[in-house]
Structure formats: C-alpha cells, structure tokens
C-alpha cells in the first residue's frame, strides 16, 4: 500500500497519533528526522521518514538516518505493548543492534517492525518479573516504494525500578 493513503491522517488510528506525539515530545530525533507513525498496535508498528530532511551528500537516504529510523521503530513496538498489553511502566534501552544496508534508498523509508512470537514476548516478561529485567530481540525492515533497502536486529532491555 503506498504510503500517501496511509499519511494523509484519515487512516491512522488514535494510537498512532498518540505515539507520534510521545516520539516527539520524548526522543527529539525522531522531529528531526520527520518521522511519521502510520500504525502502532501490539501487533506491529509502522514508521515512515521523508527523504528531504535525510539526505546524504548522494542525494540518497542517510544511514545514520535508517538506523536511527529503525531503532525507534524496535522501541515503539515494544514500548506499545508494555503498555497496551501489560499495563507496565518500566524502561526500555537498546543493548545492542546490528543493521544492514541492502541498497541506496532515493525515497521516503518505511521501517516495518512485527510483534515478537508471543513465546519469546512471554519469556521476556516472566523474566522480567523474576528478576526486575529481561531481553527481547526485535527485528525491522526498511523500505523504499516497496522495495526492501535494509534490515535491522535489536536487543533491548526492558527494567523495572527496583
């Protein structure tokens, strides 16, 4: 689905304009970067940056850009459902990420992040409730007009305030 229908603002959900907000007004990069929250739910969360305000001296989407792009996809995933599912204020930090660029991204990038399978979720948050914290990997795609220009790993820790 191209992404004009979904950013026009009559298809997002209240949860994505919610999120957009908490982004911006948290995690200042993501204003910067112009990113735009087309879904957010426990299933998956859906983010868009514009090329314009992430343009390389090659007139292509910057890398630090996707990355970072990525990485906020990952923790509004996870973050969402600590919050929608579990009702948990905890915090979330990534430990470690690994991201690969699979080609040049000359348009708007959609970083795509799916729910974990509930398996690993419920492992993290048992974990979580023995110990005080617990680990979840979440994996992101990008891409551009459809077309898959990178992926991205992420470990994130999530702490209680114990």
């Known amino acids: ?3 004009s229908s979904l950013t026009d603002g009559r298809h997002r959900s209240q949860a994505a ?3 957009e907000r908490y ?3 948290q995690i200042p990069i993501s204003r910067a970067l112009g ?5 957010a739910d ?26 970072a792009l990525a990485t906020l996809a990952a923790w509004a995933l996870a973050h969402q ?5 579990e009702e948990l204020d905890v915090h ?3 430990q470690r990420s690994r991201m690969e660029y699979l080609e040049p991204a000359a348009g708007e990038v959609e970083a795509r992040c799916m729910a974990p399978v509930p398996e690993q979720w419920d492992r993290m948050l048992r974990t979580v409730q023995r110990r005080g ?3 979840i990997e979440l994996e992101v795609t990008l891409r551009t007009e459809g077309a898959l220009v990178g992926s991205f790993k992420g470990s994130f820790v999530v702490l209680t305030e114990k």
């Open 35 to 39: 990113v735009k929250v087309l879904r």
């Open 81 to 85: 459902k600590l919050l929608e599912e």
């Open 42 to 67: 426990c299933g998956g969360v859906l983010l868009a940056a514009p090329l314009t305000t992430n343009l390389n001296h090659r007139q292509t989407f910057f890398g630090g850009s996707a990355a």
């Open 1 to 3: 689905m191209p992404t």
């Open 23 to 25: 982004l911006y007004a």
């Open 17 to 19: 304009a919610v999120l």
């Open 92 to 94: 979330l930090v990534i």
């Open 133 to 135: 914290r617990g680990r």
